[in-house]
Protein backbone atom coordinates (compact mmCIF):
# COMPACT_ATOMS: atom_id res chain seq x y z
CA UNK A 1 0.00 0.00 0.00
CA UNK A 2 2.62 2.66 0.90
CA UNK A 3 4.58 2.08 -1.81
CA UNK A 4 1.59 3.70 -4.32
CA UNK A 5 2.71 7.12 -5.59
CA UNK A 6 -0.64 8.43 -4.77
CA UNK A 7 0.14 7.48 -0.72
CA UNK A 8 3.79 8.50 -0.93
CA UNK A 9 2.86 12.39 -2.44
CA UNK A 10 0.13 12.49 0.50
CA UNK A 11 2.67 11.07 2.86
CA UNK A 12 4.78 13.78 1.78
CA UNK A 13 3.08 16.79 1.33
CA UNK A 14 3.92 18.28 4.39
CA UNK A 15 7.61 18.34 3.46
CA UNK A 16 9.49 21.80 3.00
CA UNK A 17 10.39 22.07 -0.82
CA UNK A 18 13.65 24.22 -2.08
CA UNK A 19 11.04 27.07 -3.38
CA UNK A 20 10.05 27.13 -0.01
CA UNK A 21 12.72 29.49 0.92
CA UNK A 22 12.42 32.08 -2.22
CA UNK A 23 9.88 34.56 -0.62
CA UNK A 24 12.13 34.58 2.64
CA UNK A 25 15.42 35.24 0.67
CA UNK A 26 13.84 37.92 -1.98
CA UNK A 27 12.10 39.37 1.72
CA UNK A 28 15.68 39.74 2.53
CA UNK A 29 17.33 40.56 -0.34
CA UNK A 30 14.71 43.46 -1.00
CA UNK A 31 15.71 44.83 2.00
CA UNK A 32 19.45 45.26 0.74
CA UNK A 33 18.09 45.90 -2.77
CA UNK A 34 15.46 48.64 -2.19
CA UNK A 35 16.20 50.62 1.02
CA UNK A 36 14.16 53.81 0.16
CA UNK A 37 11.28 51.77 -0.23
CA UNK A 38 11.11 49.78 3.23
CA UNK A 39 8.24 51.97 4.13
CA UNK A 40 6.23 50.74 1.11
CA UNK A 41 7.76 47.19 1.57
CA UNK A 42 6.89 47.04 5.07
CA UNK A 43 3.16 47.38 4.25
CA UNK A 44 3.54 44.92 1.41
CA UNK A 45 4.53 42.16 3.89
CA UNK A 46 1.58 43.61 6.42
CA UNK A 47 -0.99 42.55 3.61
CA UNK A 48 0.93 39.69 3.34
CA UNK A 49 -0.28 38.52 6.55
CA UNK A 50 -3.53 39.69 6.89
CA UNK A 51 -3.85 37.72 3.26
CA UNK A 52 -2.39 34.63 4.51
CA UNK A 53 -4.88 34.59 8.10
CA UNK A 54 -7.95 34.87 5.18
CA UNK A 55 -6.18 32.01 3.48
CA UNK A 56 -7.05 30.16 6.26
CA UNK A 57 -10.69 30.20 6.44
CA UNK A 58 -11.40 31.00 2.91
CA UNK A 59 -9.15 28.82 1.11
CA UNK A 60 -8.99 25.76 3.82
CA UNK A 61 -12.01 26.25 5.46
CA UNK A 62 -14.16 27.56 2.58
CA UNK A 63 -15.73 30.33 4.37
CA UNK A 64 -16.59 33.28 2.39
CA UNK A 65 -16.30 36.19 3.97
CA UNK A 66 -16.42 40.04 3.45
CA UNK A 67 -16.00 41.37 6.99
CA UNK A 68 -12.14 39.77 7.37
CA UNK A 69 -10.76 43.77 7.87
CA UNK A 70 -12.98 43.64 11.15
CA UNK A 71 -10.21 41.73 12.84
CA UNK A 72 -7.31 43.50 11.52
CA UNK A 73 -8.78 46.35 12.90
CA UNK A 74 -9.87 44.96 16.19
CA UNK A 75 -6.15 44.30 16.41
CA UNK A 76 -5.14 47.65 14.77
CA UNK A 77 -7.41 49.43 17.67
CA UNK A 78 -6.22 47.58 20.63
CA UNK A 79 -2.90 48.84 19.50
CA UNK A 80 -3.57 52.15 19.56
CA UNK A 81 -6.17 52.33 22.21
CA UNK A 82 -3.35 50.95 24.68
CA UNK A 83 -0.99 53.26 23.48
CA UNK A 84 -3.20 56.44 23.29
CA UNK A 85 -4.70 56.08 26.91
CA UNK A 86 -2.83 53.73 28.99
CA UNK A 87 0.74 54.62 27.33
CA UNK A 88 1.26 51.08 26.99
CA UNK A 89 3.88 51.25 24.03
CA UNK A 90 6.10 47.71 24.60
CA UNK A 91 5.37 46.52 21.07
CA UNK A 92 5.30 42.59 21.58
CA UNK A 93 3.03 42.66 24.50
CA UNK A 94 0.75 44.62 22.33
CA UNK A 95 1.61 42.49 18.98
CA UNK A 96 -0.18 39.51 22.00
CA UNK A 97 -2.64 41.85 22.82
CA UNK A 98 -4.05 42.67 19.42
CA UNK A 99 -3.51 38.34 18.67
CA UNK A 100 -6.19 38.33 22.08
CA UNK A 101 -8.45 40.80 21.50
CA UNK A 102 -8.95 40.19 17.38
CA UNK A 103 -8.84 36.22 18.57
CA UNK A 104 -11.61 36.87 20.76
CA UNK A 105 -13.88 38.86 18.24
CA UNK A 106 -13.39 36.26 15.78
CA UNK A 107 -14.74 33.55 18.70
CA UNK A 108 -17.47 35.24 19.45
CA UNK A 109 -18.79 36.47 16.24
CA UNK A 110 -17.05 32.90 14.82
CA UNK A 111 -19.39 31.48 17.08
CA UNK A 112 -22.63 33.51 16.53
CA UNK A 113 -22.21 33.63 12.60
CA UNK A 114 -21.00 30.51 11.66
CA UNK A 115 -24.51 28.94 12.24
CA UNK A 116 -25.81 30.42 8.84
CA UNK A 117 -24.29 29.57 5.47
CA UNK A 118 -24.45 31.53 1.77
CA UNK A 119 -25.96 34.59 1.30
CA UNK A 120 -26.74 34.79 4.92
CA UNK A 121 -23.48 34.24 6.26
CA UNK A 122 -21.65 36.80 3.65
CA UNK A 123 -24.09 39.34 5.06
CA UNK A 124 -23.89 38.34 9.15
CA UNK A 125 -19.51 38.94 8.15
CA UNK A 126 -20.35 42.37 6.34
CA UNK A 127 -22.60 43.54 9.53
CA UNK A 128 -20.29 42.61 12.10
CA UNK A 129 -17.20 44.29 10.48
CA UNK A 130 -19.96 47.49 10.07
CA UNK A 131 -21.17 47.46 13.11
CA UNK A 132 -17.13 47.58 14.61
CA UNK A 133 -16.18 50.61 12.46
CA UNK A 134 -19.59 52.46 13.78
CA UNK A 135 -19.13 51.54 16.66
CA UNK A 136 -15.56 52.80 16.58
CA UNK A 137 -16.61 56.26 14.91
CA UNK A 138 -19.36 56.82 17.79
CA UNK A 139 -17.10 56.16 20.92
CA UNK A 140 -14.59 58.87 19.24
CA UNK A 141 -13.84 59.92 23.02
CA UNK A 142 -11.92 56.53 22.98
CA UNK A 143 -11.58 55.65 19.08
CA UNK A 144 -10.79 59.13 17.63
CA UNK A 145 -13.96 58.98 15.69
CA UNK A 146 -13.78 59.39 12.49
CA UNK A 147 -10.00 61.08 12.04
CA UNK A 148 -8.74 58.04 14.26
CA UNK A 149 -5.86 58.76 16.15
CA UNK A 150 -2.85 59.84 14.45
CA UNK A 151 0.88 60.21 15.75
CA UNK A 152 1.40 56.88 18.02
CA UNK A 153 4.75 56.63 19.03
CA UNK A 154 5.63 52.67 20.11
CA UNK A 155 9.34 51.70 22.69
CA UNK A 156 11.72 50.31 20.93
CA UNK A 157 11.15 46.56 20.13
CA UNK A 158 12.38 43.90 22.65
CA UNK A 159 14.42 47.18 23.91
CA UNK A 160 16.84 47.25 21.23
CA UNK A 161 15.63 48.25 17.98
CA UNK A 162 13.99 51.95 17.50
CA UNK A 163 10.87 52.52 15.23
CA UNK A 164 12.95 54.22 12.33
CA UNK A 165 10.17 56.85 11.25
CA UNK A 166 12.39 58.00 8.20
CA UNK A 167 13.58 54.70 6.69
CA UNK A 168 11.38 52.01 8.47
CA UNK A 169 14.49 49.52 8.66
CA UNK A 170 13.22 48.37 11.61
CA UNK A 171 10.03 48.04 10.63
CA UNK A 172 10.49 45.90 7.90
CA UNK A 173 12.93 43.58 9.63
CA UNK A 174 9.97 43.50 12.84
CA UNK A 175 7.39 43.33 9.85
CA UNK A 176 9.17 40.28 7.99
CA UNK A 177 10.07 38.25 11.46
CA UNK A 178 6.62 38.76 12.89
CA UNK A 179 5.38 37.36 9.27
CA UNK A 180 7.56 34.14 9.32
CA UNK A 181 6.43 33.29 12.88
CA UNK A 182 3.13 33.43 12.12
CA UNK A 183 3.37 31.77 8.60
CA UNK A 184 4.86 28.90 10.24
CA UNK A 185 1.94 28.69 12.66
CA UNK A 186 -0.26 28.78 10.31
CA UNK A 187 1.87 26.35 7.94
CA UNK A 188 1.65 23.80 10.93
CA UNK A 189 -1.65 24.23 10.71
CA UNK A 190 -2.86 23.28 7.83
CA UNK A 191 -0.66 19.97 7.50
CA UNK A 192 -2.29 19.11 11.08
CA UNK A 193 -5.47 16.67 11.03
CA UNK A 194 -7.04 19.53 12.03
CA UNK A 195 -6.43 21.22 8.76
CA UNK A 196 -7.05 18.46 7.00
CA UNK A 197 -10.19 18.52 8.71
CA UNK A 198 -10.83 21.65 7.81
CA UNK A 199 -10.20 20.37 4.29
CA UNK A 200 -12.68 18.17 4.56
CA UNK A 201 -15.21 20.48 5.79
CA UNK A 202 -14.63 22.20 2.34
CA UNK A 203 -14.73 20.14 0.15
CA UNK A 204 -18.00 17.73 1.61
CA UNK A 205 -19.65 19.22 4.25
CA UNK A 206 -21.98 16.41 4.84
CA UNK A 207 -19.25 13.74 4.56
CA UNK A 208 -17.98 15.55 7.44
CA UNK A 209 -21.06 15.39 9.88
CA UNK A 210 -21.88 11.74 8.65
CA UNK A 211 -17.99 10.80 10.02
CA UNK A 212 -18.56 12.19 13.60
CA UNK A 213 -16.20 15.16 12.84
CA UNK A 214 -17.33 18.14 15.43
CA UNK A 215 -17.59 20.70 12.13
CA UNK A 216 -19.07 24.17 13.63
CA UNK A 217 -16.78 24.03 16.71
CA UNK A 218 -13.31 23.32 13.99
CA UNK A 219 -14.92 26.09 11.26
CA UNK A 220 -14.99 28.63 14.97
CA UNK A 221 -11.86 27.88 15.71
CA UNK A 222 -10.34 28.23 12.32
CA UNK A 223 -12.03 31.41 12.60
CA UNK A 224 -10.52 32.15 15.76
CA UNK A 225 -7.20 32.09 14.90
CA UNK A 226 -7.80 33.65 11.42
CA UNK A 227 -9.09 36.48 13.15
CA UNK A 228 -6.17 36.25 15.80
CA UNK A 229 -3.31 36.37 12.91
CA UNK A 230 -5.23 39.50 10.98
CA UNK A 231 -5.27 41.18 14.93
CA UNK A 232 -1.62 40.77 14.54
CA UNK A 233 -1.36 42.16 11.10
CA UNK A 234 -2.99 45.27 12.20
CA UNK A 235 -1.09 45.75 15.49
CA UNK A 236 2.10 45.60 12.96
CA UNK A 237 0.45 47.76 10.70
CA UNK A 238 -0.23 50.64 13.90
CA UNK A 239 3.45 49.95 15.12
CA UNK A 240 4.81 50.85 11.53
CA UNK A 241 2.69 53.65 10.71
CA UNK A 242 1.73 55.21 14.28
CA UNK A 243 -1.86 55.64 13.23
CA UNK A 244 -5.38 54.19 13.52
CA UNK A 245 -8.22 55.59 11.48
CA UNK A 246 -11.82 53.83 10.66
CA UNK A 247 -10.34 52.68 7.01
CA UNK A 248 -8.46 49.52 8.87
CA UNK A 249 -12.32 48.41 9.18
CA UNK A 250 -13.88 49.35 5.86
CA UNK A 251 -14.99 47.67 3.21
CA UNK A 252 -12.30 48.44 0.82
CA UNK A 253 -9.30 46.88 3.09
CA UNK A 254 -11.83 43.70 3.48
CA UNK A 255 -12.38 43.45 -0.28
CA UNK A 256 -8.63 44.34 -1.07
CA UNK A 257 -7.50 41.16 0.70
CA UNK A 258 -10.01 39.18 -0.94
CA UNK A 259 -9.00 40.14 -4.49
CA UNK A 260 -5.36 40.01 -3.42
CA UNK A 261 -5.83 36.36 -2.25
CA UNK A 262 -7.99 35.45 -4.92
CA UNK A 263 -5.54 36.72 -7.01
CA UNK A 264 -2.57 34.92 -5.82
CA UNK A 265 -4.43 31.29 -5.46
CA UNK A 266 -6.61 30.83 -2.41
CA UNK A 267 -5.72 27.32 0.15
CA UNK A 268 -2.41 27.32 -1.28
CA UNK A 269 -0.09 29.07 1.48
CA UNK A 270 1.56 31.09 -0.94
CA UNK A 271 -1.17 32.76 -3.06
CA UNK A 272 -1.04 35.21 -0.26
CA UNK A 273 2.23 36.45 -1.08
CA UNK A 274 2.28 36.39 -4.75
CA UNK A 275 -0.94 38.38 -4.94
CA UNK A 276 -0.03 40.88 -2.15
CA UNK A 277 3.32 41.74 -4.10
CA UNK A 278 1.81 41.52 -7.62
CA UNK A 279 -1.39 43.83 -6.70
CA UNK A 280 0.27 46.12 -4.43
CA UNK A 281 3.27 47.17 -6.85
CA UNK A 282 0.38 47.56 -9.57
CA UNK A 283 -1.28 49.52 -7.05
CA UNK A 284 1.36 51.56 -5.88
CA UNK A 285 3.06 51.99 -9.75
CA UNK A 286 -0.71 52.81 -11.16
CA UNK A 287 -3.11 54.44 -9.12
CA UNK A 288 -1.44 57.39 -8.15
CA UNK A 289 -0.75 58.34 -12.13
CA UNK A 290 -4.09 56.52 -13.04
CA UNK A 291 -6.93 56.06 -10.72
CA UNK A 292 -9.77 55.51 -12.72
CA UNK A 293 -7.66 53.44 -15.07
CA UNK A 294 -6.55 51.45 -12.38
CA UNK A 295 -10.06 50.65 -11.39
CA UNK A 296 -11.51 49.90 -14.35
CA UNK A 297 -8.38 47.14 -15.10
CA UNK A 298 -8.76 45.86 -11.86
CA UNK A 299 -12.36 45.52 -12.06
CA UNK A 300 -12.01 43.96 -15.56
CA UNK A 301 -9.25 41.66 -13.99
CA UNK A 302 -11.50 40.64 -11.11
CA UNK A 303 -14.38 39.42 -14.15
CA UNK A 304 -11.46 37.77 -16.04
CA UNK A 305 -9.92 35.79 -13.19
CA UNK A 306 -13.43 34.75 -11.95
CA UNK A 307 -14.57 33.12 -15.34
CA UNK A 308 -10.89 32.28 -16.31
CA UNK A 309 -8.59 31.96 -13.99
CA UNK A 310 -10.18 30.47 -10.61
CA UNK A 311 -7.11 29.55 -9.18
CA UNK A 312 -5.18 32.90 -9.46
CA UNK A 313 -1.75 33.35 -10.58
CA UNK A 314 -0.22 30.49 -8.66
CA UNK A 315 -3.03 28.26 -10.00
CA UNK A 316 -1.74 29.54 -13.98
CA UNK A 317 1.90 28.71 -13.40
CA UNK A 318 0.71 25.10 -12.02
CA UNK A 319 -1.07 24.43 -15.44
CA UNK A 320 1.30 25.82 -17.40
CA UNK A 321 3.88 23.60 -15.56
CA UNK A 322 1.68 20.46 -16.03
CA UNK A 323 1.57 21.32 -19.60
CA UNK A 324 4.97 21.57 -20.12
CA UNK A 325 5.82 18.37 -17.92
CA UNK A 326 3.16 16.32 -19.99
CA UNK A 327 4.07 16.77 -23.95
CA UNK B 1 -46.37 66.51 14.80
CA UNK B 2 -42.71 66.13 15.35
CA UNK B 3 -42.80 61.81 15.53
CA UNK B 4 -44.83 62.44 12.09
CA UNK B 5 -42.53 64.23 9.80
CA UNK B 6 -39.49 62.14 11.48
CA UNK B 7 -42.13 58.74 9.98
CA UNK B 8 -42.59 60.32 6.61
CA UNK B 9 -39.18 61.28 6.13
CA UNK B 10 -38.46 57.55 7.08
CA UNK B 11 -40.69 55.88 5.09
CA UNK B 12 -39.84 57.72 2.00
CA UNK B 13 -36.03 56.73 2.15
CA UNK B 14 -37.16 53.16 2.81
CA UNK B 15 -39.51 53.48 -0.61
CA UNK B 16 -36.12 54.52 -2.46
CA UNK B 17 -34.84 51.34 -0.50
CA UNK B 18 -37.68 49.10 -1.31
CA UNK B 19 -37.61 50.08 -5.38
CA UNK B 20 -33.91 49.47 -5.48
CA UNK B 21 -34.01 46.24 -3.45
CA UNK B 22 -36.79 44.14 -4.80
CA UNK B 23 -35.18 43.68 -7.88
CA UNK B 24 -32.30 41.91 -6.37
CA UNK B 25 -34.57 39.90 -3.79
CA UNK B 26 -36.32 38.17 -6.97
CA UNK B 27 -33.50 37.35 -8.59
CA UNK B 28 -31.17 36.15 -5.51
CA UNK B 29 -34.11 33.97 -4.59
CA UNK B 30 -34.51 32.71 -7.96
CA UNK B 31 -30.82 31.81 -9.04
CA UNK B 32 -29.14 32.10 -5.44
CA UNK B 33 -26.73 34.12 -7.86
CA UNK B 34 -24.86 36.91 -5.38
CA UNK B 35 -24.90 39.90 -6.99
CA UNK B 36 -23.43 42.81 -5.46
CA UNK B 37 -23.50 44.54 -9.18
CA UNK B 38 -27.23 45.58 -8.12
CA UNK B 39 -26.69 49.04 -6.92
CA UNK B 40 -24.30 49.50 -10.04
CA UNK B 41 -27.90 49.20 -12.48
CA UNK B 42 -28.87 51.98 -9.65
CA UNK B 43 -26.45 54.43 -9.84
CA UNK B 44 -26.23 54.26 -13.61
CA UNK B 45 -30.61 54.28 -13.89
CA UNK B 46 -29.55 57.99 -11.95
CA UNK B 47 -27.18 59.27 -14.31
CA UNK B 48 -29.38 58.55 -17.38
CA UNK B 49 -32.04 60.42 -15.41
CA UNK B 50 -30.02 63.34 -14.72
CA UNK B 51 -28.73 63.15 -18.27
CA UNK B 52 -31.48 63.04 -20.17
CA UNK B 53 -33.14 65.60 -18.09
CA UNK B 54 -30.12 68.30 -18.47
CA UNK B 55 -29.18 67.45 -22.10
CA UNK B 56 -32.23 66.82 -23.78
CA UNK B 57 -34.57 68.26 -21.71
CA UNK B 58 -36.77 65.37 -21.01
CA UNK B 59 -39.67 65.79 -18.08
CA UNK B 60 -38.89 63.43 -15.07
CA UNK B 61 -41.41 61.27 -15.65
CA UNK B 62 -39.94 60.44 -18.73
CA UNK B 63 -36.48 60.77 -17.70
CA UNK B 64 -36.88 57.86 -15.01
CA UNK B 65 -38.50 55.75 -18.25
CA UNK B 66 -35.69 56.23 -20.08
CA UNK B 67 -33.60 54.83 -17.46
CA UNK B 68 -35.83 51.78 -16.93
CA UNK B 69 -35.75 50.93 -20.76
CA UNK B 70 -31.81 51.80 -21.21
CA UNK B 71 -30.73 49.64 -18.26
CA UNK B 72 -33.05 46.79 -18.35
CA UNK B 73 -31.76 46.33 -21.75
CA UNK B 74 -28.15 46.37 -20.35
CA UNK B 75 -28.95 43.73 -18.11
CA UNK B 76 -30.34 41.52 -20.68
CA UNK B 77 -27.11 41.63 -22.64
CA UNK B 78 -25.44 41.11 -19.39
CA UNK B 79 -27.15 38.45 -17.98
CA UNK B 80 -27.04 36.33 -21.18
CA UNK B 81 -23.51 37.08 -22.04
CA UNK B 82 -21.35 37.11 -18.46
CA UNK B 83 -23.84 36.28 -15.92
CA UNK B 84 -25.34 32.87 -17.49
CA UNK B 85 -21.90 31.39 -17.29
CA UNK B 86 -21.37 31.87 -13.66
CA UNK B 87 -24.86 30.29 -12.30
CA UNK B 88 -23.09 26.73 -11.44
CA UNK B 89 -19.82 28.56 -9.96
CA UNK B 90 -19.29 29.07 -6.56
CA UNK B 91 -20.63 31.40 -4.57
CA UNK B 92 -16.71 33.39 -3.93
CA UNK B 93 -16.90 33.49 -7.90
CA UNK B 94 -20.31 35.06 -7.96
CA UNK B 95 -18.78 38.06 -5.34
CA UNK B 96 -15.56 38.66 -7.64
CA UNK B 97 -17.09 38.83 -10.47
CA UNK B 98 -20.01 41.25 -9.42
CA UNK B 99 -17.09 43.38 -7.25
CA UNK B 100 -15.43 43.17 -10.54
CA UNK B 101 -18.28 44.66 -12.33
CA UNK B 102 -19.08 47.15 -9.49
CA UNK B 103 -15.62 48.41 -10.10
CA UNK B 104 -15.63 48.62 -13.93
CA UNK B 105 -19.02 50.71 -13.86
CA UNK B 106 -17.16 53.32 -11.01
CA UNK B 107 -14.35 53.70 -13.51
CA UNK B 108 -16.73 54.05 -16.97
CA UNK B 109 -18.78 56.46 -14.82
CA UNK B 110 -16.06 58.43 -13.39
CA UNK B 111 -14.23 58.42 -16.70
CA UNK B 112 -17.48 59.69 -18.65
CA UNK B 113 -19.28 61.98 -16.46
CA UNK B 114 -16.88 63.10 -13.60
CA UNK B 115 -16.16 62.34 -9.93
CA UNK B 116 -18.18 64.77 -8.24
CA UNK B 117 -21.78 64.29 -7.41
CA UNK B 118 -24.97 64.66 -9.22
CA UNK B 119 -28.31 66.72 -8.62
CA UNK B 120 -31.65 65.59 -9.83
CA UNK B 121 -33.34 68.97 -10.91
CA UNK B 122 -37.18 68.32 -9.71
CA UNK B 123 -40.04 68.98 -11.54
CA UNK B 124 -42.00 71.75 -10.03
CA UNK B 125 -45.15 70.39 -9.37
CA UNK B 126 -43.06 67.89 -6.79
CA UNK B 127 -40.62 70.54 -5.31
CA UNK B 128 -42.22 72.29 -2.15
CA UNK B 129 -44.68 71.43 0.56
CA UNK B 130 -48.13 69.62 0.32
CA UNK B 131 -51.04 69.98 3.15
CA UNK B 132 -52.32 67.00 4.28
CA UNK B 133 -54.32 68.74 6.92
CA UNK B 134 -52.67 67.54 9.42
CA UNK B 135 -49.14 68.35 8.58
CA UNK B 136 -47.12 69.97 5.69
CA UNK B 137 -45.04 68.21 4.12
CA UNK B 138 -42.11 67.86 1.66
CA UNK B 139 -43.89 66.99 -1.68
CA UNK B 140 -41.52 64.92 -3.38
CA UNK B 141 -41.22 62.89 -0.53
CA UNK B 142 -44.72 62.28 0.18
CA UNK B 143 -44.52 61.50 -4.03
CA UNK B 144 -42.01 58.79 -3.23
CA UNK B 145 -44.19 57.03 -0.63
CA UNK B 146 -47.08 57.06 -3.07
CA UNK B 147 -44.97 56.01 -5.75
CA UNK B 148 -43.63 53.08 -3.63
CA UNK B 149 -47.14 52.03 -2.24
CA UNK B 150 -48.41 51.96 -5.78
CA UNK B 151 -45.11 49.84 -6.99
CA UNK B 152 -45.56 47.23 -4.18
CA UNK B 153 -49.71 47.03 -5.03
CA UNK B 154 -48.57 46.21 -8.66
CA UNK B 155 -45.84 43.90 -8.14
CA UNK B 156 -48.04 42.42 -5.40
CA UNK B 157 -50.77 41.87 -7.97
CA UNK B 158 -48.42 40.44 -10.36
CA UNK B 159 -46.73 38.33 -8.40
CA UNK B 160 -50.45 36.67 -6.76
CA UNK B 161 -53.02 36.97 -10.04
CA UNK B 162 -50.70 36.59 -13.28
CA UNK B 163 -49.08 33.06 -14.66
CA UNK B 164 -45.83 34.50 -14.88
CA UNK B 165 -46.20 35.78 -10.85
CA UNK B 166 -47.10 32.16 -10.16
CA UNK B 167 -44.07 30.32 -12.22
CA UNK B 168 -41.60 32.53 -10.20
CA UNK B 169 -43.14 32.08 -7.00
CA UNK B 170 -42.93 28.48 -8.37
CA UNK B 171 -39.44 28.74 -8.92
CA UNK B 172 -38.40 30.47 -5.75
CA UNK B 173 -39.49 27.82 -3.62
CA UNK B 174 -38.13 24.88 -5.62
CA UNK B 175 -36.53 25.53 -8.50
CA UNK B 176 -36.13 21.82 -10.03
CA UNK B 177 -39.87 20.83 -9.29
CA UNK B 178 -41.10 24.10 -10.91
CA UNK B 179 -38.29 22.85 -13.88
CA UNK B 180 -39.95 19.41 -14.14
CA UNK B 181 -43.21 20.78 -14.72
CA UNK B 182 -42.04 22.90 -17.34
CA UNK B 183 -41.03 26.28 -16.04
CA UNK B 184 -38.29 27.57 -17.96
CA UNK B 185 -36.53 29.22 -15.40
CA UNK B 186 -33.52 30.61 -17.14
CA UNK B 187 -35.70 32.69 -19.82
CA UNK B 188 -37.59 33.39 -16.36
CA UNK B 189 -34.49 34.68 -14.59
CA UNK B 190 -33.57 37.00 -17.55
CA UNK B 191 -37.06 38.72 -17.43
CA UNK B 192 -36.89 38.95 -13.71
CA UNK B 193 -33.13 40.20 -13.86
CA UNK B 194 -34.44 42.76 -16.40
CA UNK B 195 -37.11 44.04 -14.58
CA UNK B 196 -35.48 44.25 -11.00
CA UNK B 197 -32.35 46.22 -12.94
CA UNK B 198 -34.80 48.57 -14.55
CA UNK B 199 -36.34 48.93 -11.14
CA UNK B 200 -33.40 49.71 -9.50
CA UNK B 201 -32.64 52.31 -12.50
CA UNK B 202 -35.72 53.68 -11.51
CA UNK B 203 -35.08 53.52 -7.93
CA UNK B 204 -31.59 55.51 -8.73
CA UNK B 205 -33.47 57.89 -10.07
CA UNK B 206 -36.19 58.82 -7.90
CA UNK B 207 -33.74 58.20 -4.72
CA UNK B 208 -30.97 60.58 -6.28
CA UNK B 209 -32.69 63.43 -4.12
CA UNK B 210 -32.25 61.49 -1.21
CA UNK B 211 -29.22 58.91 -1.46
CA UNK B 212 -27.40 61.37 -3.85
CA UNK B 213 -25.74 60.30 -6.86
CA UNK B 214 -22.11 59.80 -7.36
CA UNK B 215 -19.48 56.73 -8.57
CA UNK B 216 -18.94 55.98 -5.24
CA UNK B 217 -22.78 54.69 -4.80
CA UNK B 218 -22.91 51.21 -5.34
CA UNK B 219 -20.30 50.32 -2.78
CA UNK B 220 -21.87 52.81 -0.27
CA UNK B 221 -24.93 51.76 -0.40
CA UNK B 222 -24.23 47.83 -0.85
CA UNK B 223 -24.77 46.83 2.28
CA UNK B 224 -28.28 48.50 2.86
CA UNK B 225 -29.35 46.83 -0.16
CA UNK B 226 -27.98 43.26 0.95
CA UNK B 227 -29.67 43.74 4.64
CA UNK B 228 -32.65 44.77 2.88
CA UNK B 229 -32.70 41.63 0.66
CA UNK B 230 -31.31 38.97 3.64
CA UNK B 231 -33.92 40.62 5.77
CA UNK B 232 -37.15 40.98 3.75
CA UNK B 233 -36.18 37.27 2.86
CA UNK B 234 -35.22 36.37 -0.62
CA UNK B 235 -37.75 35.95 -3.37
CA UNK B 236 -40.02 37.60 -1.73
CA UNK B 237 -41.55 41.07 -2.63
CA UNK B 238 -44.07 41.62 0.53
CA UNK B 239 -40.95 40.83 2.84
CA UNK B 240 -38.39 43.05 1.08
CA UNK B 241 -41.31 45.88 1.15
CA UNK B 242 -41.41 45.86 5.47
CA UNK B 243 -37.47 45.16 5.46
CA UNK B 244 -36.59 47.94 3.14
CA UNK B 245 -39.51 50.43 5.43
CA UNK B 246 -38.59 49.23 8.77
CA UNK B 247 -35.12 49.98 7.86
CA UNK B 248 -35.41 53.48 6.09
CA UNK B 249 -37.18 54.56 9.22
CA UNK B 250 -34.86 53.38 11.76
CA UNK B 251 -32.06 54.75 9.74
CA UNK B 252 -33.52 58.10 9.20
CA UNK B 253 -34.32 58.49 13.14
CA UNK B 254 -30.98 57.03 14.26
CA UNK B 255 -29.18 59.60 11.65
CA UNK B 256 -30.86 62.06 13.36
CA UNK B 257 -30.38 60.78 16.82
CA UNK B 258 -26.57 59.59 16.58
CA UNK B 259 -25.66 61.47 14.05
CA UNK B 260 -21.91 60.08 14.22
CA UNK B 261 -22.12 55.89 14.39
CA UNK B 262 -26.07 55.48 14.83
CA UNK B 263 -26.01 53.06 12.06
CA UNK B 264 -24.60 50.40 14.28
CA UNK B 265 -27.59 49.71 15.77
CA UNK B 266 -29.04 48.54 12.33
CA UNK B 267 -26.36 46.41 11.78
CA UNK B 268 -26.30 45.03 15.63
CA UNK B 269 -30.46 44.63 14.53
CA UNK B 270 -29.71 42.89 11.51
CA UNK B 271 -27.22 40.43 13.13
CA UNK B 272 -29.66 39.33 15.98
CA UNK B 273 -32.29 39.41 13.39
CA UNK B 274 -31.26 37.38 10.98
CA UNK B 275 -29.53 34.74 13.62
CA UNK B 276 -33.17 34.40 14.42
CA UNK B 277 -34.40 34.05 11.26
CA UNK B 278 -32.18 33.14 8.78
CA UNK B 279 -34.49 33.20 6.11
CA UNK B 280 -35.77 36.62 6.75
CA UNK B 281 -39.46 37.81 7.93
CA UNK B 282 -41.32 35.81 5.84
CA UNK B 283 -38.94 33.39 4.09
CA UNK B 284 -39.25 29.48 4.54
CA UNK B 285 -37.19 27.33 6.01
CA UNK B 286 -35.40 25.39 3.97
CA UNK B 287 -36.52 27.22 1.09
Known amino acids: ?327 | MDLISTLLGGLASGMVLFIVSVGLSVTMGLMGFVNLAHGAFAMLGGYVVVYSMRHWGLPFAAALALGFVAVALLAVVLERTLYARLYRASELDQVLFTIGLVFVMIALVTLGVGPESQRVVLPHWLDGQTDLGFIKYRTYSLALILAGSLLMLALWLGFERTRIGAKIRAAVDNRRMAESVGVDVGRLFTLTFALGSGLAAVGGGLGAEILGLDPQYPLRYLAYFLIVVAVGGMGRVTGVFFAALLIGVLDFVLKIEFPKGGTMFIYALTLVFLLARPQGIFGRKGA
Open chain 1, 1 to 327: MSGLPAVQELAARHRLRWWEALPWIAGIAAFFLFPNYLSFGTLVLVTILFALSLDLVLGYAGIVTLGHAAFFGAGAYTVGILAAHWNWTEPLSGLVAAALVAGAVGLVSGWVVLRTQGLTLLMLTLCTMALLEQAANMFSGFTGGFDGMPGLSFQPILGLFEFDVLYFRSQYLYALAVLFACFVVVRMLVYSPFGRSLTGIRENLLRMHAVGAPVRARQVFAYAISAAIAGVAGAVFVHATGYVNLAVLGLDRAAGVLIILILGGYGRLYGAFVGAVVYMVLEHTLSKAYPTAWQLGLGLGLMLVALYARNGILGLIDALRRRWSTP
